[in-house]
């Protein structure tokens, strides 16, 4: 059992509780200024200060721990100085446990267009309404903190996938004095003292020289998190997790490690088995309303006809609110009548079938029967080959 | 306080508790199998086996004691057999509270093509699918008896608006034939002793006689309830009070009288004061996802930008569970956002109103101050003028 140093005012702490001898996987607990989170832990995305389709009364009862929302959409729309009058974004939206909130580098770099970046920012268009915008590592720690996040993510340069690996190696570079500028602007704010925490963003494409560099820049800066990004954007599943071994082991011990981006059930567990803390994806929600649900054997469609006269839960086996109330019968018809509810019901099921993986994966590493766990689920567990890119 | 004769088994019983000097609004009682239902009620409608975008749990928790579901959406989809395999429409959706089905005549003359009305009923082709089908008086009661209804609606001729009056008169009588029709049928399946009982409606067009003559025949038929059939559906709005004035004197006190498809909360008010004790519409439910919303001076748009920054309940007044936990100014944002979290909050907020508007109107029929209150509300809300077609 390690425990992190700790911090000056107790608002953010970490503390590894257990390790698995067989993998990388931690089990630890991460206290902030909103509440204690268990880690491992699966982040529902909220990118508009909602959970897609649902109340956070029901992203709660999922087992949510803490949510991640989007600084890029919540600067367009509603504006940050909306949610400080609100009150910071706990309050505007509701949800009263834990926030982290990305920086608006991946969305800038993926939605936003005539993106222009320099030293100084990533100049772009809105994709809302084509107003010009201006976002810079400070303006990025300046947002979270008036959305009052409680984790905020540094500003990266996120290059998308395939590109040349120097376009990589430089943008990587770049990444790494634009945390350092964050640093700064979190330290000039007091943004600690008022509970709001900075992690790092490793980058570097699918080269590992390039991605260790990177971890050890994140490593080696004063931040209370790090995290792995640019993975899970296309790539072959194999170079994805390769990357990721090539980098975790250069991440300090006693830190969070977050992994963005990526939530399919395999990957959690192939995260942890590498030593990740943190994961968040709008897989969960976003295939949810495409009829799209998780049950122990893979993804299947709600939408076939085979559900048509399906009177039993979704997946027998699930607790969630979903399932313990309604048949797959009605939420087949949902879908094929398509009303809402359809979308809540499965957005339900499947943020509940993430937390309940994250459940096993906790004990497991508590019991030491992480790998055994891992491998029983495997065998069960039919993945979708092909990987979607999280937006 | 009258008291209807006692029925035969208990499961639908229609008492009068108070009853108005000044208007002839009434406060009753009306116990079935699924429940006891305060009247007047206003019922919120689940088209398709869902109030849209909402939860049972979420309505009943409005203060809704009875939802209306439509037999034409159900027929088509899921079809009857797959709502009698899941255990009847109660356990097929998860409302454990009463249920009332319309017939089908209002949606296949409105919705469905090909409509082919002759002695025997209506045939016409699905606008889901263009499949053909043939609505019967007999089918009518045979299928809202396979969805396990506790009140169930004959089928009617329903002609639209305008039309020459020749018309309506033969849709009159034509329907007075099917509700005997109806009435034989549901004796012959003992709908009765099976919870389900039947309305008769009353229709005739925009014309005093023919709607007397029409209320006469209902009145006269032995059915549980008598309803007020196409009001409501493009005439000015003195005509429709008109049309109700003459029409309910005819209908007999001891039973229960429905207006179909009324919902404003103004005729609410208006529908209780001319002694009618049930109302449904889509309306509060529909104009929540278009963002209007029911406040106590009138209807308002969330999306209006004074919201933007109106960080304050939508109605500092209301109870619902959208007005005691969010902003207007969030509203607003989920609206501007198109995020689905934002209909769900304005249909709460308008079913809670129209639930509040209904308390009100009980209440105030109790300690004898009704034409007091409708003085009260009327000087206050601000109706919209032009009245929208239930569908």
Redesign the interface.
């Known amino acids: 059992m390690q425990v992190s140093p700790p911090q000056p005012n107790g608002l953010f702490e970490f503390s590894l509780l257990n390790t698995e001898e067989k993998s990388s996987a931690r089990r630890g607990r991460l206290t902030t200024a909103h509440g204690v989170i268990e880690t491992p832990v699966f982040m529902p995305v909220g990118t508009?200060?909602?959970v897609?389709?649902?109340?956070p009364t029901e992203v709660a009862a999922t087992g949510a721990q803490i949510i991640l929302s989007n600084t890029y959409?919540l600067m367009l729309?509603?504006g940050v100085e909306?949610i400080e009058?609100?009150?910071g974004l706990h309050q505007?939206?509701?949800w009263h446990g834990p926030i982290l909130t990305d920086s608006g580098g991946f969305q800038v770099f993926s939605l936003a267009s005539q993106v222009k970046v320099t030293e100084e920012g990533a100049s772009f268009r809105s994709h809302i309404d084509g107003s010009q915008h201006l976002l810079t590592p400070e303006r990025a720690v300046q947002l979270q903190l008036g959305y009052g996040s409680d984790i905020m993510m540094q500003l990266d340069h996120v290059i998308g996938y395939p590109a040349p690996q120097k376009k990589y190696y430089d943008a990587m570079l770049r990444s790494g004095r634009w945390l350092q500028r964050c640093i700064d602007e979190h330290a000039r704010l007091g943004a600690a003292e008022r509970g709001s925490f900075l992690f790092g963003i490793s980058q570097g494409g699918m080269d590992a020289e390039t991605r260790k560099e990177s971890a050890r820049i994140v490593a080696e800066a004063d931040v209370a998190g790090c995290a792995v990004g640019g993975l899970s954007v296309g790539e072959p599943k194999e170079m994805m997790l390769d990357m990721l071994e090539q980098t975790t082991p250069e991440l300090p011990t006693y830190k969070p490690r977050y992994l963005m981006g990526v939530g399919s059930p395999e990957d959690l567990w192939n995260g942890v088995a590498r030593g990740i803390d943190m994961f968040d994806c709008v897989l969960p929600t976003r295939i949810a309303r495409n009829a799209a649900v998780f049950t122990p054997e893979g993804r299947v469609s709600i939408r076939n006809s085979r559900f048509?006269?399906h009177?039993a839960p979704i997946d027998p086996t699930c607790d969630c609110a979903t399932c313990t109330?309604?048949?797959a019968?009605?939420v087949?018809?949902?879908f094929?009548?398509e009303?809402?509810?359809g979308?809540?019901l499965a957005s339900v099921h499947n943020l509940r079938f993430l937390a309940k993986t994250m459940e096993v994966i906790r004990k497991s590493i508590e019991d030491s029967s992480f790998t055994a766990e891992m491998g029983r689920f495997m065998a069960t567990y039919r993945p979708v080959v092909k990987q979607e890119a999280p937006v």
């Open positions: 508009q200060a909602t897609k389709t649902l109340h959409h729309r509603p909306v009058a609100a009150g505007f939206m509701g048509r006269n009177h109330t309604f048949t019968a009605y087949h018809h949902l094929r009548a009303e809402v509810l979308l809540r």
